[in-house]
């Protein structure tokens, strides 16, 4: 594009902003202005340095560009950020369901030795815990587990 075409375009630009003051579904719209602004930029450039008008070469368009594409990729990163932790919560979810920590509880009470001795009104608190409140039911079979492993190397004759 030569200095002629963008004065040409600019004088376009500012004579359709002119036009699209009386619309009032135009009043909020930042497009003329910005529009009248970017051709009055690419005029003075072309004025300064002559020859023909060239986006690629272009500081302006290629900072734009570049700051873009710099967005794109924070964007993606923050998306990626996001799945990763929806994944994890999901993982965790799973892990909180209460077959699962019924499974795990019946498990540590086993290793520990517990399993055969609880009474039957320990074996329905037991049934009972993961689907009332999971979270619990978690903490209980970490703490059994951690106290069984505990006590294991107080154990005389167990190397700890």
Known sequence: ?????????????????????????????ERGPAEVAEWTRIVQLLATVGGTYDPDTDAVVQDELAADA???RA??????????????EAVRRAA??????RHALLRTLARTG???????????VVNRLPESDPAAALAVNTLLA??????AGLRPGTAS
């Open 114 to 124: 517990l399993l055969d001795s609880l009474s039957e009104d320990e074996q329905a």
């Open 75 to 88: 964007k993606q990163l923050e998306d990626d950020k996001r799945r990763q932790e929806e994944e994890v």
């Open 146 to 151: 951690r106290a069984h492993e505990a006590g």
């Open 1 to 29: 594009m030569t200095h002629t075409e963008a004065a040409a375009a600019l004088e376009e630009a500012e004579l359709q902003q002119h036009m699209d003051r009386d619309r009032e579904d135009l009043a909020g719209d």
């Open 70 to 72: 710099e967005r794109e």
């Open 96 to 101: 909180l369901a209460p077959d699962v920590l």
